[in-house]
Nanobody
Framework: QVQLVESGGGLVQAGGSLRLSCAAS????????MGWYRQAPGKQRELVAT???????NYADSVKGRFTISRDNAKNTVYLQMNSLKPEDTAVYFC????????WGQGTQVTVSS
């Protein structure tokens, strides 16, 4: 049974930083793409960043230069370093992995105060 456990969310002032982690268990072999998405109140879930097994990355324009996605394949863990946070970054952040089907974490709240 595949499980994704996220951690690292919280409340931070604008301009601050947070680091999200997502550890996947129940995995045999390698994970293809790992990523982070977010959903703000009243809005649709949107892509934040993805990283392939080879290390290729893709970012939403709104986070380029501020967020960095990385992964530790030995630990089946994906990270999201978020710097220079803005109030508009406030959302529930979900990690996602593609390992055959796509799996989702339960989400972690990130709140940025102005």
């Amino acid at each position: 049974q595949v499980q994704l456990v996220e951690s690292g969310g919280g409340l931070v002032q604008a301009g601050g930083s947070l680091r999200l982690s997502c550890a996947a268990s129940g995995i045999i072999g390698s994970i293809n793409t790992m990523g982070w998405y977010r959903q703000a109140p009243g809005k649709q879930r949107e892509l934040v960043a993805t990283i392939t097994s080879g290390g290729g990355t893709n970012y939403a324009d709104s986070v380029k230069g501020r967020f960095t996605i990385s992964r530790d394949n030995a630990k089946n863990t994906v990270y999201l370093q978020m710097n220079s946070l803005k109030p508009e970054d406030t959302a529930v952040y979900f990690c996602s992995i593609r390992w055959g089907p796509t799996y989702w974490g339960q989400g972690t709240q990130v709140t940025v105060s102005s």
